[in-house]
């Protein structure tokens, strides 16, 4: 029986596209127990979908719905799939958290809730056997027949260890390739899954019920070793929430990685506080170039208001002994969380400007389904609960800031904003194994490979997207003196 999982294009997104790993593991797994599976990938592939549908004649498709700039997108092609009579399922974190506003659209069956592979595994069966009745496989929304949206059980975790190698043979792997500090074809790939802890603002206790999971090594290694041998690739970027939680794992994992002998580095993102200079020094040495690190705020008021629970004391020493071991600090931040007054925000300008790194990833606040700031404001009635996704893809956070949840006007929050990112544009002095490396080449050259994988319609899109998002950013960075003065923010 064959099984067509796809992941629908973005709208006006230039950044380069990563390979979908939760497609590529319930694809493989699927595989694994006899199924024939077709991954499309809309963000990289232009094989019109007729021709898929004609050539692979589904019995069942799966959507996954990771963004809501892809909501369009996967109500067309679940339509035109819906036209020819087979089911369609769709999954992902948002589908995950918004079930009932997916299930509004008719094209649209099912639900998958969580991570898929197991759910999948017995929708094929059911499929492949002719039951029509799902109320009986964990894991699920199904619309019942008043049009209520019902779940199924709640399903446990799988083992990871009980998932197949994924089979990157079911995509284009070059495709994928982005450059990053000190390699050029850097693969997204995941060692763990889920993180302990419960951000306020993040969609983790809802989606992965604040369990963390690692990932058996040695399928790793042997994902990795693959890559390298048979594609070329020359970094990986861990995708993992929180990459390893004590120094004792670090060091079995470096270790493992430094076993395999092979010519690759790696990055991936882990939390204030956990690790010392000579940790970070134990990471260089196993091919470690780049970390990222969620400090979110310089203001304690907000941290604890955002429950993020990192040793602020530490923030900056964490910092100074990555750079000191010779790897890249990058730091995430977020303004205009709500209840932020014009004070927080200073405390958090002063604090990126003593971290003394050019790489800061300072974002606006976003609302997230799901996440704990989400249900308060909702239940405030500060914000309207999603029940139609299609608002999601009308709102436009980062250049109207349609919600602003803090006390920082919203002209002030967007001169903070470009100002780092325009010190991030100018940083061509990141010194990585001694070669000097440009984080402005790095994104153009991300954003020109994402254009060239599309067409036309979807390159002059994105070209006037990333046109467009710059010069916002060079006027807010440089036409109110004022305020950059009122935050101290140093050009």
């Known amino acids: 029986m064959n099984v ?15 390979a979908p790993l939760g497609l590529l593991s319930i694809a493989s797994y699927l595989q694994a127990n006899g199924f024939r599976v077709r991954l499309y990938d809309r963000t990289v592939e232009k094989t019109p979908l007729e021709t898929v549908l004609r050539e692979f004649s589904p019995a069942i498709t799966g959507v996954s719905l990771i963004s809501y700039k ?21 999954g992902g974190p948002l589908a995950s958290e918004l079930p009932e ?77 982005q450059s990053s500090y000190g390699c050029e074809k850097m693969l997204y790939l995941y060692a763990a899954k889920g993180c302990p802890h419960n951000c306020a603002f993040c969609y983790n206790k809802d989606f992965h019920r604040c369990t963390y999971r690692k990932r058996p090594m040695e399928a790793v290694l042997r994902e990795i070793e693959y890559l390298v041998k048979n594609h070329g690739m020359d970094g990986v970027y861990f995708a993992d929430e929180l990459w390893c939680r004590s120094v004792k794992e670090m060091h079995e994992t470096c270790d493992s990685l430094r076993s395999l002998g092979l010519d690759f580095v790696w990055g991936g993102q882990t939390r204030i506080g956990l690790f010392k200079e000579e940790d970070f ?55 205009g969380y709500p209840g932020e007054t014009p004070e927080d ?18 974002n606006y606040f976003i609302m997230v389904p799901g996440a704990d700031i989400y249900y308060r404001l909702v239940s405030e009635g500060k914000y309207p609960a999603v029940t139609d996704l299609g608002r999601l893809v009308d709102e436009d956070p980062v250049q109207n800031l349609d919600y602003n ?73 440089h036409a109110y003196p004022g305020i950059r003065k009122r935050y101290g923010i140093v050009q």
Request: hydrophobic share 45%; with cysteine.
């Open 4 to 18: 067509l999982l796809i992941n629908p294009k973005t709208e006006g997104y230039s950044r380069s596209v990563t």
């Open 70 to 90: 892809s909501f369009f997108d996967a109500l067309a092609v679940s339509e035109q799939v819906k036209a020819l009579g087979a089911p369609v399922v769709w």
């Open 101 to 177: 506003a997916v299930l509004k659209n008719a094209c649209v069956d099912a639900v998958s809730i969580g991570e898929g592979e197991s759910t999948w595994l017995e929708l094929a069966n059911a499929v492949k056997d002719g039951r029509a009745d799902w109320s009986g496989v964990a894991g699920l929304a199904l619309r019942a027949a008043d049009g209520a949206v019902k779940r199924t059980a709640q399903r446990d975790f799988i083992d990871l260890g009980a998932l197949p190698d994924l089979d990157w043979r079911l995509v284009e792997v070059e495709k994928y390739f």
């Open 281 to 335: 020094r134990y990471m260089y040495d196993a091919g470690c170039r780049w970390i990222f690190f969620g400090v979110e705020s310089g203001s304690k008021r907000i941290l604890a208001a955002m429950n993020k629970r990192i040793a602020y004391d530490k923030i900056e020493r964490t910092f100074a002994d990555c750079r000191a071991a010779g790897i890249v600090a990058i730091g995430s931040f977020i303004i």
């Open 345 to 362: 925000a200073k405390e958090t300008v002063r604090m990126i400007q003593r971290l003394d790194t050019t790489l800061i990833n300072l």
């Open 405 to 477: 949840f803090s006390e920082i006007p919203a002209k002030d929050m967007k001169v903070i904003h470009a100002c780092f990112m325009w010190r991030s544009f100018r940083s061509d002095n990141i010194a990585v194994d001694g070669k000097k490396t440009s984080f402005t080449r790095k994104v153009i050259a991300d954003a020109l490979k994402s254009i060239r994988g599309g067409d036309l319609k979807s390159f002059l899109l994105s070209t006037w997207s990333a046109g467009m998002e710059f010069m916002r950013i060079f006027w807010y960075a």
